[in-house]
């Protein structure tokens, strides 16, 4: 089991995780050396997102049919690919489409690789197990701060995205070589898909995602560029602004998923989202004040005053 739980943290990591943490970072010098508006950027950012939509809402239904190992390596396949491309891309349009296929490979991940997980644990684990593997974007955020400003300080935001896919491809290998289905996930019936979509916690829960992958998804992508091109700050501190964010999310996984085993899933999500909630909104609740306005607890202090005093 725990071979299989780490591949899915593997996939989770350089699937999922760094593509969507990595952009922010790489952005100010993207949209620099290609003359991009934020329009255009966040653009780059919608088509990713609609790809990862449509991936996640079919990526079930894929698993099923072909297996979830199959789907978590072709997606890694795709996404990989498409972050390549990324680095190679000769215009806007060639970024648009290659990180909308970026998104496209990110979002066939996360539901199947808890599909996975599933079959190896008991009930009484999962959140523990699950909380782990979600854990990886949180780590994801941390490389993204640290290696991210290190790289663009010798390369460019193309030599980010080979990097990345680079990454990508080792996962890929580390993937083929753990990930394993369950013998008894075969002995199982076939779905009735009538009852799984005709269910109202499905699509409550679909729309709770919604809600918050996308308030997360104007958040993640705007960040850095916000911190670099209108407060002054440099890379190098945005990346240790999105470390320190990173630290604390690797901890949250286990933790959120450790109470979720304690006190039931519906409960663990409603303080999660209450907190989101909270963090997303403080941005605005004090946009002259002192410290940073960021929607992450880690990111005040030390960091905060650094970029209070660059401000005009």
Same mark, same amino acid.
């Given at each position: 089991?725990?071979?299989?739980?780490?591949?899915?943290?593997?996939?989770?990591?350089?699937?999922?995780?760094?593509?969507?943490?990595?952009?922010?970072?790489?952005?100010?010098?993207?949209?620099?050396?290609?003359?991009?508006?934020?329009?255009?950027?966040?653009?780059? /950012?919608?088509?990713? #997102?609609?790809? #990862?939509?449509?991936?996640?809402?079919?990526?079930?239904?894929?698993?099923?049919?072909?297996?979830?190992?199959?789907?978590?390596?072709?997606?890694?396949?795709?996404?990989?690919?498409?972050?390549?491309? @990324?680095?190679?891309?000769?215009?806007?349009?060639?970024?648009?489409?290659?990180?909308?296929?970026?998104?496209?490979?990110?979002?066939?991940?996360?539901?199947?690789?808890? *599909?996975?997980? @599933?079959?190896?644990?008991?009930?009484?684990?999962?959140?523990?197990? #699950?909380?782990?593997?979600?854990? /990886?974007?949180?780590?994801?955020?941390?490389?993204?701060?640290? /290696?991210?400003?290190?790289?663009?300080?010798?390369?460019?935001?193309?030599?980010?995205?080979?990097?990345?896919?680079?990454?990508? %491809?080792?996962?890929?290998?580390?993937? #083929?070589?753990?990930?394993?289905?369950?013998?008894?996930?075969?002995?199982?019936?076939? %779905?009735?898909?009538?009852?799984?979509?005709?269910?109202?916690?499905?699509?409550?829960?679909?729309?709770?995602?919604?809600?918050?992958?996308?308030?997360?998804?104007?958040?993640?992508?705007?960040?850095?560029?916000?911190?670099?091109?209108?407060?002054?700050?440099?890379?190098?501190?945005?990346?240790?602004?999105?470390? /320190?964010?990173?630290?604390?999310?690797?901890?949250?996984?286990?933790?959120?998923?450790?109470?979720?085993?304690?006190?039931?899933?519906?409960?663990?999500?409603?303080?999660?989202?209450?907190?989101?909630?909270?963090?997303?909104?403080?941005?605005?609740?004090?946009? @002259?004040?002192?410290?940073?306005? *960021?929607?992450?607890?880690?990111?005040? *202090?030390?960091?905060?005053?650094?970029? @209070?005093?660059?401000?005009?």
């Amino acid at each position: 089991m725990a071979t299989v739980v780490a591949g899915c943290i593997a996939a989770q990591f350089a699937g999922v995780g760094l593509p969507r943490y990595a952009y922010p970072m790489l952005l100010p010098t993207m949209r620099a050396d290609m003359g991009l508006s934020y329009f255009e950027s966040g653009l780059v /950012a919608t088509g990713n #997102f609609v790809g #990862f939509m449509l991936a996640a809402f079919g990526g079930g239904v894929i698993a099923v049919r072909i297996g979830p190992r199959r789907t978590i390596l072709a997606a890694l396949v795709l996404g990989t690919g498409a972050m390549l491309a @990324s680095g190679v891309a000769p215009d806007y349009i060639g970024v648009l489409v290659a990180q909308t296929v970026v998104g496209l490979g990110a979002g066939a991940i996360p539901p199947t690789v808890i *599909g996975l997980a @599933s079959q190896w644990i008991g009930v009484e684990r999962r959140g523990l197990v #699950f909380g782990a593997v979600l854990s /990886a974007m949180g780590l994801a955020l941390l490389v993204s701060g640290v /290696a991210m400003p290190a790289l663009l300080a010798v390369a460019g935001w193309r030599e980010g995205w080979l990097a990345l896919g680079g990454v990508g %491809v080792l996962a890929l290998v580390a993937g #083929f070589v753990t990930l394993r289905e369950s013998p008894a996930a075969y002995a199982l019936g076939p %779905v009735n898909w009538r009852a799984v979509y005709g269910a109202w916690r499905v699509w409550y829960w679909c729309l709770l995602g919604l809600a918050t992958g996308a308030s997360n998804a104007v958040y993640t992508t705007f960040f850095a560029a916000w911190l670099v091109g209108e407060r002054g700050v440099s890379v190098a501190t945005a990346g240790q602004l999105w470390a /320190a964010a990173g630290v604390a999310s690797v901890a949250s996984g286990v933790t959120w998923g450790a109470l979720a085993d304690r006190i039931g899933l519906g409960r663990a999500a409603g303080l999660i989202f209450a907190t989101q909630t909270l963090a997303i909104a403080s941005p605005s609740a004090r946009p @002259s004040g002192r410290r940073l306005p *960021g929607a992450r607890p880690t990111c005040s *202090g030390r960091w905060g005053r650094r970029i @209070s005093a660059r401000r005009p």
